[in-house]
């Protein structure tokens, strides 16, 4: 995945990174405002405001642009997209599983909840385009693997960051 991120009408796509690569998708909001309004949904206290302002080059055009909303917890998450008519401006949620991961909440609830989630991303993909991140959860978490994973079958579309290999250095004796 690199800063320009296609986000495509019709359809909607899973980007799947980990939790600290997320700044590339901050670049990719700036770099997608500056073509057109950009709705992102903040799900995991993601969406820092320094970077994207870099990224924009401090343009304010760009900048305002973006309509920013935050969830803390999953009912909120789903508030959100419930509430969030079909339209002509694309749609980006950030780390959207980081509020279903949340274990006060009764993994039933949290299911119901995702495919809640699930039928509003497929109604809202039929706008103007709409994208999700999601971070996968670890191994040891086999309740927050299956929502991952209930998530990652549904996408129309996925895709992976993976991070550059470290280059190789050589030391140098003296």
């Given at each position: 995945?690199?800063?320009?991120?296609?986000?495509?009408?019709?359809?909607?796509?899973?980007?799947?990174?980990?939790?600290?690569?997320?700044?590339?998708?901050?670049?990719?909001?700036?770099?997608?405002?500056?073509?057109?309004?950009?709705?992102?949904?903040?799900c995991?206290?993601?969406?820092?405001?320094?970077?994207?302002?870099?990224?924009?080059?401090?343009?304010?055009?760009?900048?305002?642009?973006?309509?920013?909303?935050?969830?803390?917890?999953?009912?909120e998450?789903?508030?959100?997209?419930?509430?969030?008519?079909?339209?002509?401006?694309?749609?980006?949620?950030?780390?959207f599983?980081?509020?279903?991961?949340?274990?006060n909440?009764?993994?039933?609830t949290?299911?119901?909840?995702?495919?809640?989630s699930?039928?509003?991303?497929?109604?809202?993909?039929?706008?103007?385009g709409?994208?999700?991140?999601?971070?996968?959860?670890?191994d040891?978490?086999?309740?927050?693997?299956?929502?991952?994973?209930?998530?990652?079958?549904?996408?129309?579309?996925?895709?992976?960051?993976?991070?550059?290999?470290?280059?190789?250095?050589?030391?140098?004796?003296?």
């Amino acid at each position: 995945m690199d800063m320009h991120l296609d986000l495509r009408p019709k359809q909607w796509s899973l980007l799947i990174s980990p939790r600290q690569k997320q700044v590339h998708l901050l670049v990719a909001i700036a770099y997608l405002a500056q073509s057109s309004p950009l709705i992102v949904f903040d799900c995991g206290r993601q969406f820092d405001s320094s970077v994207v302002a870099r990224a924009a080059h401090g343009r304010p055009e760009i900048i305002n642009r973006i309509k920013i909303q935050r969830a803390f917890i999953c009912y909120e998450a789903v508030k959100l997209l419930e509430q969030t008519p079909v339209g002509e401006t694309p749609i980006l949620v950030l780390d959207f599983l980081s509020t279903f991961y949340d274990e006060n909440v009764k993994l039933g609830t949290r299911k119901f909840l995702l495919e809640s989630s699930l039928r509003h991303f497929q109604r809202l993909s039929r706008g103007a385009g709409l994208a999700v991140s999601a971070c996968p959860p670890p191994d040891t978490n086999q309740d927050a693997m299956g929502l991952f994973e209930s998530l990652r079958s549904a996408a129309s579309n996925i895709l992976i960051y993976e991070p550059p290999a470290a280059p190789a250095t050589q030391l140098g004796l003296f």
